[in-house]
């Protein structure tokens, strides 16, 4: 399947999904079909927020998507390991890095005052600091001297642009996936989940 053939299928999901209209699937019944193999049609990165699934968002059957997950919908290198095995050794011709309102790992990466304590979380501060270069790229409100996590026009400005600097990150670090994008065989696009009513603001999209 050719990736703007994937990017449509997705799009379709993610109306029926909007629309409360998501297929009625056999669960066990899909499991079996794809018990001995399996071809996704995309990959997609999202936050680990529990809200903001993938395979829900658009209503995705089992086998239908490779679903890769983790805070803040960063790049790292197993993902970018995952996302090579996804289209260079299986089928998946899209790559879709998908942010959401409301993101607790943004909010948390821009803070609110109040430092971690050395040694404390310092798995989460280090995830944290790779959102820093979305910050930066965002103008601040003109009190900068005030904290802005409780702004919620600039969160929101800085979830969409952590999205665009994860997919310059994914064509800056993976040769194998900026070749096959620009030979055309795979798209790498983006998008924002609003939580309130499920759509999704594409990004990158061709």
Do not use: W
């Amino acid at each position: 399947m050719g990736p703007k053939k994937a990017l449509k299928l997705l799009k379709e999901g993610n109306e029926r999904f909007v629309n409360n209209l998501s297929v009625n699937r056999n669960l066990m019944e899909e499991a079996l079909q794809t018990s001995e193999g399996q071809s996704p049609i995309a990959v997609v990165l999202t936050c680990l927020d529990s809200r903001s699934s993938a395979d829900i968002i658009f209503d995705q059957p089992i086998g239908g998507i490779f679903s890769a997950r983790v805070a803040g919908n960063i790049v790292n290198s197993d993902i970018l390991g995952s996302m090579e095995f996804a289209c260079e050794v299986s089928t998946a011709t899209l790559i879709m890095v998908v942010g959401h309102t409301s993101c607790g790992a943004i909010e948390g990466a821009i803070g609110d005052g109040k430092e971690i304590e050395e040694g404390e979380l310092n798995h989460l501060v280090k995830l944290l600091k790779k959102i820093e270069p979305a910050i930066d790229a965002v103008d601040k409100p003109e009190n900068k001297d005030k904290r802005v996590r409780t702004n919620k026009k600039f969160v929101n400005r800085v979830i969409k642009e952590n999205v665009i600097l994860t997919i310059e990150n994914i064509k800056k670090r993976s040769e194998t996936l900026r070749r096959k994008e620009e030979n055309g065989e795979i798209m790498i696009v983006g998008g924002v989940h609003n939580l309130s009513d499920g759509t999704i603001e594409y990004i990158n999209n061709k």
